[in-house]
């Protein structure tokens, strides 16, 4: 993968004054050259060991770096099976870092995070999991393409506070109104729903979905929105 890595490397040069610059650019070389090993190490020995916590390596340089892997697939500058494997190793990374978020007294309030049915991109759903649980939410992490039939059961047993559910874009949203329309049915209006992912780049798409609130991909925002949807 050297033209690949090359991007990175450039991107690299250009940042290299500033330490989560740089080390976001050498993560992301080593995800385009398919380095698991490497990757770990600079989040762990580069990030971690010197003193960068756990929320600050995920939302500044492992969320760009896999932006980047996805526009560079956009563009046709990288494959499916790259794509593939460079998330694969973010989903990795996020993995060992779950020990290292701190986290809050629990606030009480169940929240249950699934990517709609279809979607395969759960890193970001994985990372809104990790950042309700710090704020002190009880968490239910369902995970990439949760089918609706499975998602209406977890809602009719858990009784969550507050659902929320990711797309990454609206290549599925046929499959998000189903899953908002049939949660309704089951927790009723007063069931909080929140959506997250790419999706709300296209926000006037949910227009018909009244009640549902985007909160895009900001994690602090989304964390703001559960807390007030929920009266943390």
């Not at 989040?43 to 896999?66: C, F, K, S, T, Y």
């Not at 499916?80 to 990374?93: C, G, K, R, Y």
């Not at 807390?227 to 943390?232: A, S, Y």
């Amino acid at each position: 993968m050297t033209d690949q890595t090359a991007l990175a490397a450039a991107g690299s040069r250009a940042g290299a004054d500033d330490p989560i610059v740089a080390l976001r650019d050498r993560y992301l070389a080593a995800q385009l050259a398919g380095d698991r090993q490497e990757a770990l190490r600079l989040v762990h020995e580069e990030g971690l060991a010197r003193g960068l916590d756990a929320p600050r390596i995920a939302l500044d340089v492992i969320m760009p770096a896999q932006r980047e892997i996805g526009r560079l697939w956009q563009q046709n500058r990288i494959g499916v099976a790259e794509e593939h494997l460079a998330t694969a190793i973010s989903q990795l990374v996020v993995s060992t870092l779950y020990a290292h978020f701190p986290r809050e007294r629990s606030n009480g309030k169940r929240v249950i995070v699934a990517c709609i049915e279809g979607e395969q991109h759960e890193l970001g759903a994985r990372l809104v999991a990790d950042f309700l649980e710090m704020a002190g939410f009880v968490v239910h992490f369902l995970g990439a393409n949760v089918p609706t039939d499975s998602l209406v059961a977890m809602v009719r047993s858990e009784l969550p506070h507050l659902v929320v559910l990711s797309s990454a874009t609206t290549l599925h949203i046929a499959q998000l109104r189903s899953a908002v329309s049939r949660v309704r049915l089951v927790g009723g209006d007063a069931l909080p729903i929140a959506v997250g992912g790419g999706v709300c780049g296209w926000v006037h798409d949910l227009g018909d979905l009244p009640g549902v609130r985007c909160a895009g991909d900001d994690l602090h925002d989304l964390v703001e929105t559960a807390k007030r949807l929920t009266g943390v």
